[in-house]
């Protein structure tokens, strides 16, 4: 088993910046993928980006490409979504997901372990 807690989400104006954590125990999960998911009212969710715990390789969709950076801390078992020039339509809950396969999954299907996600409201 693999627990992932979320945290550091909230309101932010549109154009700020926000960074969400994601603290990861469990068995061994160094060779896991660590994904971002997002889902808003009303919508299905949506993959954000990953990363591969083991090298640090990332993966985004290209609705947040060179907004959102993927990044990990070994030391602290944490994986971090750091959110720039946000948008209203960012406006989610965001929520962690851990992956035991390497390739990279960008439907929900492909995750085995999920947080409890956390807010994020995105003003104008």
């Known amino acids: 088993q693999v627990q992932l807690v979320e945290s550091g989400g909230g309101l932010v104006q549109a154009g700020g910046s926000l960074r969400l954590s994601c603290a990861v125990s469990?068995?061994?999960?160094?060779?896991?993928?660590m994904g971002w998911f997002r889902q808003a009212p009303g919508k299905e969710r949506a993959f954000v980006g990953a990363?591969?715990?083991?090298?640090?390789?990332?993966y985004y969709a290209d609705s947040v490409k060179g907004r959102f950076t993927i990044s990990r801390d070994s030391a602290k078992n944490t994986v971090y979504l750091q959110m720039n020039s946000l948008k209203p339509e960012d406006t989610a809950v965001y929520y962690c997901a851990a992956s035991p396969r390497s390739r990279w999954y960008t439907g929900d299907y492909g995750y085995d372990y999920w947080g409890q996600g956390t807010q994020v409201t995105v003003s104008s």
């Open positions: 469990g068995r061994t999960f160094t060779t896991y993928t």
């Open positions: 990363i591969r715990w083991s090298g640090g390789s990332t």
